[in-house]
């Protein structure tokens, strides 16, 4: 039997709403430790995904030489420098301004080998995963070359 989406997801994740400003977004991201978030409607829909890129890619040039360093701090859950949190808590932008509306998705039941052919076809790090219109876990790349890691061999590839 393939594994599934629901057997590597992860199931408690944090949302953030499209008027989450970007301060708060870095936060959340930091203390949870992921890569990016969900974005949800007032209906519980999801409308978006933001990720640590999103965050950052708006810095200015003279920004630019701190950029890899507090993106390396970010990816590492460690404790952010207070100019980049100062810059952050300036910003006035909001999840809808910055989100990757577009989100590709996958059904709890999708095996692994769908969901790595989604994220190579579209390039991305990372999956929400839907129960029809209702958001029930992410998987991201690390999930995903966990579970190959420990599949017995080929059984990825079953469909």
Same mark, same amino acid.
């Not at 909001?94 to 989100?99: N, S, T």
């Not at 590709?104 to 692994?112: G, H, Q, R, S």
């Given at each position: 039997?393939?594994?599934?989406?629901?057997?590597?997801?992860?199931?408690?994740?944090?949302?953030?709403?499209?008027?989450?400003?970007?301060?708060?977004?870095?936060?959340?991201?930091?203390?949870?430790?992921?890569?990016?978030?969900?974005?949800?409607?007032?209906?519980?829909?999801?409308?978006?995904?933001?990720?640590?890129?999103?965050?950052? =890619?708006?810095?200015?040039?003279?920004?630019?030489?701190? &950029? %890899?360093?507090?993106?390396? #701090? /970010? +990816?590492?859950?460690?404790?952010?420098?207070?100019?980049?949190?100062?810059?952050?808590?300036?910003?006035?932008?909001?999840?809808?301004?910055?989100?990757?509306?577009?989100?590709?998705?996958?059904?709890?039941?999708?095996?692994?080998?769908?969901?790595?052919?989604?994220?190579?076809?579209?390039?991305?790090?990372?999956?929400?995963?839907? =129960?029809?219109?209702?958001?029930?876990?992410?998987?991201? &790349? %690390?999930?995903?070359?966990? #579970? /190959? +890691?420990?599949?017995?061999?080929?059984?990825?590839?079953?469909?």
């Amino acid at each position: 039997m393939p594994i599934r989406a629901a057997d590597i997801m992860t199931r408690d994740i944090a949302t953030i709403s499209p008027s989450t400003r970007v301060g708060e977004i870095a936060r959340i991201l930091a203390e949870r430790r992921v890569s990016a978030l969900p974005v949800r409607d007032e209906k519980g829909h999801l409308v978006g995904i933001v990720s640590e890129g999103d965050v950052l =890619r708006p810095l200015r040039e003279s920004l630019a030489s701190k &950029r %890899a360093e507090w993106l390396l #701090a /970010l +990816a590492e859950g460690e404790n952010l420098s207070p100019e980049f949190l100062d810059y952050l808590s300036a910003d006035t932008r909001a999840a809808a301004d910055i989100m990757v509306r577009h989100v590709i998705t996958a059904e709890e039941d999708a095996t692994l080998s769908h969901i790595a052919e989604l994220m190579i076809r579209y390039n991305v790090k990372r999956l929400p995963i839907m =129960r029809g219109e209702m958001l029930v876990g992410i998987v991201a &790349r %690390a999930d995903l070359v966990k #579970a /190959l +890691a420990k599949a017995p061999h080929g059984a990825w590839l079953e469909a």
